[in-house]
């Protein structure tokens, strides 16, 4: 066998490397359907610079590496940009970071620490807008950094794009920023998508490049894009400022939106601590980012500097963990949950995203499992942002082993063998073994025991699921006949745990009528509604007595939600679990809230930051108990904004609103 000369390997390997980069430049730049997600793309990146950099034999002049973009689409005119438009070098590490601190300050010959310009870096599609003499002329795509596409039709139906600019200006200027679509906007047109049957888009930076490169401005219009700038390109008659601070000053005084949430650190260290800050608030920001540009303050120095090939030296986008990996579906399988609900999940080969390692993501219902063609064996995209649960958002079907097949919703409960039911025109399948089905009863019961229903420390889902099995428990009310000598005999249970679980079983008794209702897992009926019963009705027996039509006059009680509730009390076997819990000793003081009278009725909250005495839900549902509601956005109707540790963007806003803030102790003082 004759072994493979290791210089043919790399070439073979650099060109398999940018043969694939173009291959996804296209898609991605051309198509707005990118193939693999950016964290794929930037590592292969990465691996052909890396490799061109070791073998400079073996560089061209086309390599994917040598380009700052993609190539402009054929059905938009070209158009020129007067200085060309970079990229930015990226950083992954505190490491990266300090070695760009290092060549910036060796550049420059000092020693001393530097003043950088930070802010966050949108996840959009970078624009040029050129203006004369304060008129916007023309609009383009970066494009291959030279030559974009022009947009100026569509970027004129951009509300925060301003046509003319005021005040003392260059005769000519190009301004640079980054077209996006906000998060909120792009949850809401997908929504739109998908019901009319369309193909949805899978992030926002996506969808503000399809909107944008619309052929029909209206459709743009629709789209509700915003832009905000970050800099500028070629200029006439401009008495440049200082710094980069004051530049982004200078624009918003023109009438162009820089992003708020710039700051100006004093050192590289200082922006390790802007990185961790922003990383933390990454959910809460209206837009998507990608990381954290870090740019030399001083303008003077940036000329010094100069760029490289295609990314100035004095500014470096420091990259936050990516949100979006590809990975491999190894099984698909189906949960049941507390309302005999089947929820097909996929099985994932671990993959790191949003900074944990994932196995498992919902597929949430059969429609879901249609709409994405998801199969076992194919390589998908998982999205993780922020606390929100992993989504399997896109599968990429040109990976797809041969031999797959679609994936059917059983016939029967993979549980215990009960007919599965779908309605027609109901996105969720059930199991309808109800009660008898032990993964139906160990999730109910998880809920009747969890901590904002009865609370019974101790009793989790594992030992809840082998009392099932062991036949110990059949339904709630089981809980409060358990002996000592059964408890102690459960698995990997010691005297001391079982005292403690029987205490928290007998604690758990006394409780209030709210709990107790939400307890029941009644479908629909969550804390809030829960809470609203409670306040409505003066007893259970008059809550299990209501007609339909008395259901009907609680705010927020609809048909569906009416009708549920009265068949949950009308079956024999709730009715049965329900007396067997009272007789047991369940109860409450009668003293249900009048919300109507309650002090904070009607008032309205919004929660930033962490408290330490109790977490948001609790806090949420102490509010709500009260009368009031929580919302997530401060505006002028807001009467309180409550402060906890590290608060965000809310905190300012209520401070420019002038809406009342309170501190974790003013907060705890209010509720007594
Ligand atoms: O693509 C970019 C996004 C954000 C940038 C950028 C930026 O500053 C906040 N800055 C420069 C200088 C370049 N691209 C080339």
Redesign the pocket.
């Known amino acids: 066998m004759s072994k493979k000369d290791p210089s043919q390997a790399i070439q073979k390997r650099i060109e398999i490397l940018r043969r694939t980069l173009k291959e996804y430049d296209e898609a991605y730049y051309v198509r707005d359907a990118p193939k693999v997600p950016d964290a794929e793309y930037d590592r292969l990146m990465q691996a052909l610079i890396a490799l061109e950099e070791e073998h400079p034999e073996y560089a061209t002049p086309d390599s994917p590496t040598k380009r700052v973009g993609g190539s402009p689409l054929a059905t938009f005119a070209k158009s020129a940009h007067q200085t060309p438009?970079?990229?930015?070098e990226n950083a992954f590490s505190r490491q990266d970071l300090l070695d760009f601190d290092g060549r910036v300050r060796e550049r420059l010959e000092t020693t001393l620490p530097l003043e950088y310009e930070c802010?966050p870096?949108?996840d959009g599609i970078?624009v040029n807008l050129t203006y004369e003499e304060g008129v916007l002329t023309k609009a383009a795509t970066r494009g291959d950094g030279f030559l974009g596409e022009d947009i100026t039709q569509n970027a004129k139906t951009i509300p925060t794009i301003p046509l003319k600019l005021s005040g003392s200006l260059p005769s000519f200027l190009e301004v640079?920023g980054?077209i996006y679509m906000p998060k909120k906007r792009f949850e809401v047109l997908n929504e739109a998508l998908q019901k009319k049957g369309g193909k949805c888009f899978v992030n926002p930076r996506n969808a503000a490049a399809g909107s944008l490169r619309q052929l029909d401005p209206k459709v743009t219009a629709e789209r509700s894009l915003s832009m905000l700038c970050?800099?500028i390109g070629g200029t006439r008659g401009f008495q440049t400022p200082q710094t980069m601070a004051l530049l982004l000053d200078k624009l918003a005084e023109w009438g162009c939106s820089v992003i708020p949430e710039r700051k100006v650190a004093s050192s590289i260290n200082e922006c390790f601590e802007l990185y961790d800050g922003l990383r933390a608030r990454r959910s809460e920001l209206p837009f998507e980012m990608d990381g954290m540009?870090i740019?030399v303050n001083r303008l003077d120095y940036q000329e010094r500097l100069g760029a490289i090939s295609k990314?100035?030296r004095w500014?470096i986008?420091y990259k936050f963990p990516a949100q979006e990996e590809m990975t491999q579906v190894l099984a698909i399988t189906f949960q049941v949950g507390r309302t005999g609900a089947l929820t097909p999940v996929a099985h994932l080969k671990p993959v790191f995203v949003g900074g944990v390692t994932v196995g498992n993501a919902t597929l949430h219902n059969m429609d879901e499992v249609r709409r994405l063609d998801v199969r076992v064996g194919d390589r998908v995209i998982i999205r993780r942002a922020g606390d929100v649960i992993p989504q399997v958002v896109k599968v990429i079907v040109e990976m797809r082993p041969s031999h797959t097949g679609i994936v059917e919703l059983p016939l029967r409960c993979p549980i215990c063998q009960a007919d599965v039911v779908k309605p027609v025109g109901d996105a969720i399948a059930r199991c309808m073994g109800g009660l008898s089905c032990p993964a139906q009863l160990t999730a109910s019961l998880v809920h009747f025991a969890s901590r904002d229903a009865m609370s019974i420390t101790g009793l989790g889902k594992k030992r809840i699921g082998e009392m099932v099995s062991s036949g110990l428990l059949k339904s709630a009310a089981d809980l409060y006949t358990l002996t000592h000598a059964e408890v102690v005999a459960s698995p990997r249970m010691g005297e001391k745990s079982a005292i403690n679980l029987l205490a928290a079983i007998e604690k758990s008794k006394e409780t209030t009528f709210a709990r107790f209702l939400y307890a029941l897992g009644i479908r629909e009926v969550g804390e809030a509604m829960a809470k609203k019963l409670a306040s409505h009705f003066k007893s259970l027996d008059d809550l299990m007595a209501a007609r339909f039509e008395t259901l009907q006059t609680i705010s927020d009680v609809g048909t569906v939600m009416g009708e549920t509730i009265l068949s949950f009390f009308e079956q024999p076997q709730n009715r049965r679990v329900i007396h067997a819990l009272l007789a047991a000793g369940v109860s409450w003081a009668n003293v249900p809230h009048d919300l109507q009278s309650s002090s904070l009725s009607g008032k309205q909250f919004v929660l930033t930051g962490v408290l330490s005495s109790m977490t948001r839900g609790e806090a949420k549902a102490e509010l709500e108990g009260r009368g009031a509601r929580v919302g997530e956005t401060v505006s002028r109707k807001t009467s309180y904004v409550v402060v906890g540790e590290n608060p965000g963007s809310k905190l300012e806003k209520a401070k420019e609103l002038g809406v009342k803030i309170l501190g974790e102790a003013e907060f705890l003082e209010m509720l007594k």
Not at 85 to 88: A, R
């Open positions: 438009m970079l990229s930015l802010e870096k949108l970078a640079r980054e970050y800099g540009v740019k990314s100035p500014a986008a």
